[in-house]
């Protein structure tokens, strides 16, 4: 079975932290990607990485960014946190043309 | 622009009865669609893919139909289970693009005992 793993189920940072939420997954996927869901909105995709440090932005990049330096870890990072991106972040694993593999997600409250 | 709507946004049924869930979409040219359950606080699971030349799919008790002409899917649910309480996201994804996936809002179904 595919594992993609995420580092924290939840995380609670101060307003100005810088946050570091890392992804690994098992199965030699190329594609990776990083989302965050919130109510009535589905997922919004907010970086995306089709090879090691390679890296596209998605729909909502700003304040966020990425690192690839490994084919299965992609790292999401918050330079300086703030309110608005209290959310659940999700992390996906793809091998092109499949279904996406999802981690358990983090819910990330910024106070 | 391309857009994934489902319908209704929440439902309500009792264990053992069926329902069935909508996504319409807008995305061209199509490449292929799923259906992922969401349980609630964990990532999305994939029930089942699709693409043009399919028209009916089964994992289970769930059954997705896609109808590529209109444009729409269903997913419908038979026997409905406690367990089955989540949310339901429909997902299209665009032929010139392995990368972008485009997700509806989801439909959370609760199933009451």
């Known amino acids: 079975d595919v594992k993609v793993t995420q580092s924290s189920r939840y995380l609670v940072k101060r307003t100005g932290e810088k946050v570091f939420l890392e992804c690994v997954q098992d199965m030699d996927h190329e594609n990776m990607f990083w989302y965050r869901q919130d109510p009535g909105l589905g997922l919004r995709l907010i970086y995306f990485?089709?090879?090691?440090?390679?890296?596209e932005k998605g729909d909502i990049p700003e304040g966020y960014s990425v690192s690839r330096e490994k084919k299965e870890r992609f790292s999401l990072i918050l330079e300086s946190a703030s309110t608005n991106q209290t959310s659940m972040y999700l992390c996906?694993?793809?091998?092109?043309?499949?279904?996406?593999?999802f981690g358990q997600g983090t819910r990330l409250t910024v106070v | 622009k391309n857009q994934v709507e489902q319908s209704p946004q929440s439902l309500i049924i009792l264990e053992g009865k069926n329902c069935t869930l909508q996504?319409?979409?807008?995305?061209?040219?199509?490449?292929?669609l799923r259906w992922y359950k969401q349980d609630t606080g964990r990532g999305p699971v994939s029930l089942t893919i699709m693409t043009f030349s399919e028209n009916t799919k089964s994992n289970g008790r769930y059954t997705a139909t896609l109808d590529a002409d209109t444009k729409q899917s269903s997913l419908h649910i038979t026997a409905s289970q406690l367990s089955d309480s989540a949310s339901y996201i429909c997902?299209?994804?665009?032929?010139?693009?392995?990368?972008?996936?485009?997700w509806g809002a989801g439909t959370k179904l609760i199933i009451k005992p």
């Open positions: 990485s089709y090879d090691v440090k390679m890296k």
């Open positions: 996504c319409n979409y807008t995305v061209s040219p199509f490449s292929n």
């Open positions: 997902v299209v994804s665009a032929k010139d693009s392995n990368y972008q996936l485009i």
């Open positions: 996906a694993s793809i091998r092109t043309g499949t279904e996406a593999f």
